[in-house]
Nanobody, 122 residues
């Protein structure tokens, strides 16, 4: 079992930056691929970024060039640095974990955090 707790969300102006974090506990964190998803009101949960156990990364087109996912296995934490934020980035951001390879489909992730709200004002 893996427990995930997100933090760092908040209100930021368009063009600003925010870093959100996800602290993991339970099983060996370094064995897991980690991902960030987000869900805006009335919309489906969508993939944002993922990082493999070895540090390979993959981004949704909407995140490329603006967001950076990273992990610190010593701290059991994964981060999402978000720059040049836009109002359309407003959503609840969820951290997810799964064994083995990176995938973009939410249903294939085994563990989820409770989410952290990110609101970007125009």
């Amino acid at each position: 079992q893996v427990q995930l707790v997100e933090s760092g969300g908040g209100l930021v102006q368009a063009g600003g930056s925010l870093r959100i974090s996800c602290a993991a506990s339970g099983r060996t964190f370094s064995n897991y691929a980690m991902a960030w998803f987000r869900q805006a009101p009335g919309k489906e949960r969508e993939f944002v970024a993922a990082i493999s156990w070895s540090g390979n990364t993959y981004y949704a087109d909407s995140a490329k060039g603006r967001f950076t996912i990273s992990r610190d296995n010593a701290k059991n934490t994964v981060y999402l640095q978000m720059n040049s934020l836009k109002p359309e980035d407003t959503a609840v951001y969820y951290c997810a974990a799964r064994v083995k390879v990176i995938v973009t489909m939410a249903a294939l992730y085994d563990y989820w955090g409770q989410g952290t709200q990110v609101t970007v004002s125009s």
